[in-house]
């Protein structure tokens, strides 16, 4: 089944052109990570593709629908956006934090149930917050808020996860834990993952297809072991970059 | 590791709002027995739910039916519209607050209460009677309103840090048009504009207008309050969960004016329980707008009238402005529950 799928999609943003007739489907159980430099347009991207910015030209649609179609709260349902750098105005407990996700299954006048705090229980295990409910946000470091956010994520039970830098503050087993996670999603319940990873080598193991943004709109898009070699990286990060080989596994170090 | 915490249920917040009702009752209650004119409660009763003490069995000038007729004619709606003012401010500068992602926003930060000082105080200047005053105090609240919408509204582009600077810009052209007419205002006119100022309700004028438009605020914003919730959390996360955020913040921006206008029409600009409130209120029992709104407006409501209470006994028969003394009550109370909330909130837990 097609969770996302782009034609001719035209993204930018000011004077830079992110992407020009893009064309590509995400399936159920797949998972694709973007690549590029900074300010290539990669939250951009993942925010058209969220249907929170109209592209340029061209057409998205998530399970079929174009988002005009679906409205704001359908959507919602169906897609979840980690966004980056998350700033608190307000105070807020770690609980009431990770229900935030449940607001588009609830209705007008319905407040979070049994069912919704265990949902959000469950996420906030999975992300190793647990006991920490009455915790208020602004007291956590910035790794366990990147976690809260994933958390809330999770509790919005989604279809199609959009990932901007998921991995931002998280110190490296959290890394790995977070997109095993991921991972675990994406196998087991079909879900759909998209995200824009800075780390080369945890894209290689955790992604199935990549999106590379060159800039002037310029893409790439295909399996992630076929896409993503040494030609390619150099090109997209303006470094050279060497392929090295361990036990099967691919990894580019910086010549 | 700590106990797993309440949530905001439902339940806990009907108590808390059924506290903080009984809290506006017997805020009124103060309101109505306090005096220089002794009341007993069964002169209040009377007063309140009586056939009415003047033709009854009394006659026309018992000492009975006289102070029935102080708490009917003059401490019931005077009393009814301080609620109806603090509520109306509180529950604007909650809405602010939110709408600004700002927690030093109040309902005047965007130039309303600026607007209406220019309309109030042009009216006195002309020499006007009352109803002008106060015709001219809510056509200049809609007026800056209208202005800084327009203006911050532009090219379409409305984030908050826009709309705070164009109101904060379009409050103090008015400070400064304020100022004008002060400095040109003959001797007499002097204190009334000054009272009108920093707040005053004796000439209130009926309160069913400002509770009216208090009780469909309350109901309007009701049904949104969660909304409001991913709101304060910022634009992108709100969007995200499916809100339609530019139309709920056109919404809240209307209300929060009107019910702004509503109360510097009935009681000039009262300082202070549009900003404090939302935050003692939110001190005590979180931000869950659900909750928040219809607290901080029957915390306001109630704050307002003790104040105004005092403001006409302290040192009466002379009065004083309202706001001075809201200011006077609320700081206190609000640097306590600050400090407070740094030892509880501020521990590192487990």
């Known amino acids: 089944m097609t969770l996302l799928r782009a034609r001719e999609l035209n993204v930018g943003i000011g004077a830079v052109r992110v992407a020009d007739r893009l064309d590509f489907d995400l399936a159920a159980g797949e998972r694709l990570v973007i690549l590029g430099r900074n300010g290539a347009g990669k939250t951009t991207l993942l925010t058209t593709l969220a249907g929170l910015r109209l592209p340029a030209a061209g057409a998205i649609e998530l399970c079929g629908q174009p988002y005009a179609a679906l409205g704001p709260r359908q959507a919602a349902r169906l897609r979840g956006l980690l966004s980056q750098g998350q700033h608190d105005a307000f105070q807020s407990t770690v609980l009431e934090t990770a229900l935030i996700g449940r607001h588009p299954h609830l209705g007008r006048w319905d407040w979070e149930g049994r069912e919704d705090e265990r949902l959000a229980h469950t996420a906030l295990a999975a992300v190793g917050l647990s006991g920490l409910d009455a915790r208020a946000v602004h007291t956590l470091s910035g790794g366990e808020r990147q976690r809260l956010a994933i958390a809330a994520l999770l509790t919005q039970q989604p279809q199609l996860y959009l990932l901007d830098e998921p991995l931002a503050h998280l110190d490296l087993n959290h890394q790995i834990a977070a997109l095993d996670l991921f991972s675990r999603r994406a196998r087991e319940d079909g879900a759909g993952i998209i995200m824009a990873l800075h780390d080369i080598n945890l894209a290689l193991r955790h992604a199935d297809r990549a999106l590379l943004l060159f800039g002037e709109g310029r893409t790439l898009e295909g399996p992630a072991d076929e896409v993503i070699n040494a030609d390619t990286l150099s090109r997209l990060y303006g470094h050279p970059l060497r392929e090295l080989i361990d036990g099967g596994q691919r990894y580019f170090v910086p010549a | ?350």
């Not at chain 2, 809405?95 to 992602?101: A, D, F, G, N």
Request: include cysteine; proline fraction near 5%.
């Open chain 2, 1 to 350: 590791m700590k106990k797993t915490p309440p949530v905001s249920t439902r339940r806990r917040a009907l108590l808390t709002l059924l506290l903080l009702a009984l809290l506006g009752l017997a805020s009124l209650f103060v309101a109505l027995a306090a005096g220089s004119i002794a009341v007993t409660p069964g002169d209040m009763l009377a007063a309140l739910f009586g056939s009415g003490g003047i033709d009854s069995a009394h006659g026309a000038h018992s000492p009975h039916s006289l102070a029935a007729e102080v708490v009917r004619e003059l401490r019931l709606p005077r009393a009814l519209a301080a609620f109806a003012c603090g509520g109306l401010l509180a529950l604007a500068g909650a809405l602010m607050q939110v709408l600004l992602r700002n927690p030093l926003a109040d309902p005047y930060v965007l130039g309303i209460s600026g607007g209406a000082a220019v309309g109030a105080l042009g009216a006195m200047l002309a020499g006007l009677p009352l109803l002008f005053v106060n015709g001219g105090a809510f056509a200049g609240a809609l007026g800056a309103m209208l202005l800084v919408f327009g203006l911050a509204r532009g090219e379409g582009a409305w984030t908050q840090t826009r709309l705070l600077l164009t109101g904060v810009i379009v409050a103090a052209g008015c400070g400064a048009a304020a100022a004008l007419i002060l400095s040109v205002a003959q001797e007499q006119a002097l204190r009334g504009m000054l009272f009108w100022l920093m707040g005053d309700l004796a000439h209130a004028g009926a309160p069913w207008p400002a509770l009216a438009l208090l009780a469909l605020a309350l109901a309007l914003a009701a049904p949104f309050a969660r909304d409001l919730n991913l709101l304060a959390r910022g634009d992108l996360t709100a969007r995200a969960l499916g809100v339609p955020v530019a139309r709920l913040r056109g919404g809240v921006y209307l209300l929060a004016s009107l019910a702004t206008a509503t109360a510097v029409t009935a009681a000039g600009s009262i300082g202070f329980v549009g900003l404090v409130v939302p935050h003692l209120t939110r001190l005590a029992i979180g931000n869950d707008q659900r909750v928040l709104l219809p607290a901080a407006a029957l915390a306001g409501g109630a704050l307002l009238t003790l104040a105004d209470t005092l403001a006409r006994t302290v040192v009466a028969p002379q009065q004083l402005p309202v706001g001075v003394l809201t200011a006077l009550i609320g700081v206190p109370l609000f640097l306590f529950l600050l400090a407070r909330s740094q030892k509880t909130m501020g521990t590192p837990g487990p």
